[in-house]
C-alpha cells in the first residue's frame, strides 16, 4: 500500500516540475516583440585596437534582456536574433565608426591625450522606426614600449695624423622618430640637453688604423698607426645586446722633418740661414720634396716647423735655437770641422743637415813679427797670402779687412791704416801674390800693457760673393830701449 502511495507521490512531483519548467520557458520567450539590441553588449579596448559591434533583432525575456539563446552570442543557430540594418553613431572626439550605416560597424578609437590613461564613450545605433540601442566602451591608454635605445660613438669622425692619440666614447640614448640618436640642439650627445649616457662595450678596428686601450668599457684611447701613407678604417663598439656603433678614421701619415740645406760646406766664420720644414713622406719613408729635390717649394706640400736647433762636432754657433729658421756662424777655425745642425721636434721627430767647415783661407805675416812698444814707426804692416789657392787675394775687398787680437785676450777690430798703401807682390818669395796692408802702429802698440805673445787675426771679404775669410799670425810684443838700431828690424834697440 506504501508502495503504491509512493509511487503516486513521484508522479506527482515529476509533472509538476514539467509544469513548473514549461511555465518558466513559455516566460522567458513572451516578454514583448523582437527589440533592437547591438552586441557586444560593452567594449573595453586600448586607443591601438579597433573592434565590430553588430547589430540585432532579438526576442526579450520577461525582464527586457535580449534572449541570445544559450550560447549567448546572437546570430547562431540556438537564438531566433536577426541582423538588423542600422545607422551607427559616436562622439567624434573619442573615436569614429565605419561603416556608417549597415548590420555591423568597425569602431576606432581616438589617441588619447598625454597624461590621459583611459576615457568612456558609447557606440550607438538607430533603426528607421526610431529605436536606438547603446554599447559602452571604455578606451585605455596603449602599453607603449621604451624604445630602442641608440648606440653611438663619440666623435663619430676624427682625422688623426700618424702617432697619435684620440679619446673615444660609446653612449647609449633615445633615437628621433626615423630612429636616428637625438643628440638634441647642439648635436653632441652627452650633454644637459639630451638623455645619453655611458654604454660598456667591447671597442675593436678594421683597416690597421692604429690600437685601442683599453679594448672594453665606455671610453677607450685610440693610438694612431706609425704609417708613411694615408690610412682609412673604424674603432667599433659592440654591446652586449648585439648594438653596433663605429666611428670613421682617417690616418695622416707621419710628416717627414727636414732641415734645408741637407748639407753644406761652409768656409770658417761664414754664415748660412738653416730652415726646419715638416711635410708628407714617398712610400718609402723618404721625403717627397717634388720634382726639383728642395723642401719648402712651390712643388711640395713642405711648411715651416718650429724645432730646437743644436750643433755638434764645434761647427760653431746657431741664432736663434729655436723656431723654424735658424742661422750658423761657422767657427773660427785653422782645420776642418765635420758636425751637425740637428732640428729636434716637440713631437720626438728629428732631422740633420751635415756640415763641414772649411779652415782659414788666409795665411798672414807681420811685418815686424816682433813689435817694440817704444819703437816710434807709424805703420804696421802685414802680408796677407791665400792659404792652398782658396782665395785670390786681389778679389779682397779693402774695407773690410780687419786686424784684432784673439790671444791672450780679444781687442777690438781695427781697419787699414786711412790713406796707407796697399801692392800686391810676393815679399816672401813663395811664388803665391801676396797683399800688403797696414795698420796703424800707435792703436796695436796700444793693445799691449807689456810684453806678450800674441796670436792676430785679420779677417776679410771677398769682393764677389761676400764670403768670409780670414788667418792667424803669431807674433811678438816687446818693450825695451828707447829707438831702433835698424828700422828694418823693430826688434833692435839701444841700450
Given amino acids: 500500500m506504501r508502495s503504491v502511495t509512493t509511487r503516486l507521490l513521484l ?26 539590441f547591438v552586441y557586444p553588449g560593452f567594449v573595453e579596448l586600448t586607443d591601438g585596437e579597433t573592434v565590430e559591434i553588430f547589430a540585432f533583432y532579438c526576442p526579450v525575456t520577461a525582464t527586457g534582456e535580449p534572449d541570445f539563446g544559450l550560447d549567448g552570442v546572437p546570430g547562431t543557430p540556438d537564438d531566433d536574433c536577426v541582423p538588423a540594418l542600422v545607422d551607427w553613431f559616436t562622439p567624434s572626439e573619442l573615436g569614429m565608426v565605419f561603416p556608417a550605416s549597415g548590420t555591423s560597424t568597425i569602431f576606432t578609437p581616438a589617441v588619447l591625450p598625454p597624461g590621459v590613461d583611459e576615457e568612456t564613450t558609447f557606440v550607438g545605433a538607430a533603426d528607421s522606426s526610431g529605436q536606438t540601442a547603446l554599447v559602452d566602451v571604455l578606451i585605455r591608454r596603449a602599453f607603449e614600449p621604451e624604445p630602442i635605445q641608440v648606440l653611438v660613438l663619440e666623435p663619430p669622425d676624427l682625422e688623426l695624423p700618424a702617432r697619435d692619440t684620440q679619446s673615444i666614447t660609446a653612449l647609449s640614448g633615445s633615437p628621433n622618430p626615423d630612429g636616428g640618436p637625438n643628440f638634441g640642439d647642439d648635436g653632441v650627445p652627452g650633454t644637459p640637453d639630451d638623455d645619453f649616457e655611458p654604454a660598456s662595450v667591447t671597442f675593436s678596428t678594421t683597416g690597421g688604423i692604429g690600437s685601442l686601450d683599453p679594448i672594453s668599457g665606455s671610453t677607450t684611447t685610440l693610438t694612431a698607426a706609425d704609417t708613411f701613407v694615408p690610412l682609412m678604417g673604424q674603432v667599433i663598439a659592440t654591446h652586449a645586446d648585439g648594438r653596433m656603433a663605429s666611428a ?19 768656409p770658417a766664420r761664414d754664415t748660412q740661414s738653416i730652415a726646419a720644414l715638416s711635410g708628407p713622406p714617398n712610400p718609402d719613408g723618404t721625403p717627397d720634396k717634388g720634382e726639383d729635390g728642395v723642401a719648402g717649394t712651390a712643388d711640395d706640400d713642405f711648411q715651416p716647423a718650429d724645432v730646437s736647433f743644436s750643433t755638434s762636432g764645434g761647427i760653431g754657433t746657431l741664432d736663434p735655437a729655436s723656431g723654424s729658421t735658424t742661422t750658423l756662424t761657422a767657427a773660427a777655425t785653422l782645420e776642418s770641422l765635420i758636425g751637425q745642425v740637428i732640428a729636434t721636434h716637440a713631437d720626438g721627430r728629428t ?71 796697399t801692392a800686391i807682390g810676393d815679399d816672401d818669395g813663395n811664388g803665391v801674390a801676396d797683399l800688403a796692408v797696414k795698420f796703424d802702429r800707435a792703436t796695436v802698440q796700444s793693445w799691449f800693457p807689456g810684453p806678450a805673445e800674441p796670436i792676430f787675426r785679420i779677417t776679410a771679404e771677398l769682393l764677389d760673393v761676400r764670403r768670409h775669410v780670414f788667418g792667424d799670425a803669431m807674433a811678438r810684443v816687446i818693450d825695451q830701449g828707447s829707438q831702433h838700431t835698424s828700422e828694418d828690424d823693430h826688434g833692435s834697440v839701444q841700450p
Avoid at 515529476?14 to 523582437?34: E, K, M, N, R, W
Avoid at 670613421?248 to 761652409?266: A, G, N, R, T
Avoid at 784684432?404 to 786711412?418: D, K, M, N, R, T
Wanted: no cysteine.
Fill in 248 to 266: 670613421d678614421v682617417f690616418v695622416e701619415p707621419i710628416q717627414v722633418l727636414v732641415l734645408e740645406p741637407p748639407d753644406l760646406e761652409l
Fill in 11 to 36: 508522479i506527482f512531483l515529476v509533472v509538476s516540475a514539467l509544469a513548473v519548467g514549461l511555465a518558466g520557458s513559455a516566460a522567458a520567450t513572451t516578454g514583448g516583440p523582437p527589440r533592437l
Fill in 351 to 421: 732631422a740633420t743637415s751635415n756640415v763641414r767647415v772649411t779652415a782659414a783661407a788666409l795665411n798672414i805675416r807681420t811685418s815686424p813679427d816682433t813689435i817694440n812698444k817704444k819703437a816710434k814707426g807709424k805703420y804696421i804692416t802685414a802680408y796677407i797670402e791665400s792659404g792652398a789657392g782658396a782665395v785670390d787675394v786681389s778679389q779682397l775687398d779693402l774695407s773690410s779687412i780687419r786686424l784684432q787680437v784673439v790671444f791672450p785676450f780679444g781687442s777690438s777690430e781695427l781697419p787699414i791704416a786711412p790713406g796707407a798703401p
